[in-house]
């Protein structure tokens, strides 16, 4: 059972577009909505995160739109550059005392000079 | 700067062997978190802690096992490596479920 559903699975870009990352999830209890960022032989990294309160959010050129209603949220990145070719990964968890992240299946970004 | 650290970085070995990957993290966080992750694919958690002596299993089924004797140390072992073990596993750590998890780097192993 796919919670959080993921899409593209890969998305190449121009340097300059504004590439966006979709994900649905299912669990009408999940709050809050973290993007990791995955650079080759890292580990993910917290890009951005939202609670379903909210309809968007920005830090710097990376911005979460949210849709409640929908079960929806995104991901777009402005002004995209090469530096930002990595893989994304939304994700989504509920309050409880275990802390679990459920991961979409993750979209693998190229943003060619 | 990473304050969660995992050894070894690369691992090959046989079928059979028994193995123990190393996680150790500096920041005090209660949770901790093993997941699976094939190359370019989604992370799939295996195990999880939420304190010292309290361990699950996770959503993906694993052959694994794991440890928290201590808050910092949350090893994972496989008792008889076997191929189809082969992956790069992700030790995590976070204070709750709306605060950041921090990844290690990984281990990657190959069983032949």
């Known amino acids: 059972q796919q919670q959080v559903k993921q899409s593209p699975q890969s998305l190449i870009v121009q340097k300059g577009g504004i590439p966006i990352i979709n994900c649905a999830y299912e669990n009408t209890a999940f709050d809050y909505f973290p993007w990791y960022q995955q650079f080759p032989g890292k580990g993910p990294a917290l890009l951005i995160a939202i609670r379903p309160d909210v309809s968007e959010k920005k830090e710097g050129r990376f911005t979460i739109s949210f849709n409640k209603s929908a079960k929806q949220f995104s991901l777009h990145i402005m002004d995209s550059q090469p530096g930002d070719s990595a893989t994304y990964f939304c994700a989504a968890s509920r309050a409880s005392n275990t802390g679990k992240l459920i991961f979409g299946q993750g979209t693998t970004l190229q943003v060619k000079p | ?112």
């Open chain 2, 1 to 112: 700067e990473a304050d969660i650290y995992q050894t070894p970085r690369y691992l090959v070995i046989g079928t059979g062997k028994k193995i123990t990957l190393e996680c150790s993290q500096t920041m005090g966080h209660d949770k901790m978190y093993w997941y699976q992750q094939d190359p370019g694919m989604e992370l799939h958690l295996i195990h999880y802690s939420y304190g010292v002596n309290s361990t699950e299993k996770g959503d993906l089924s694993s052959e694994s096992t794991v440890s928290r004797i201590r808050t910092e140390h949350f090893p994972l072992t496989l008792e008889s490596a076997r191929p189809s073990h082969t992956s790069q596993y992700l030790c995590a750590s976070g204070y709750a479920y709306n605060s950041p998890l921090h990844f290690g780097n990984g281990t990657r192993l190959t069983v032949t």
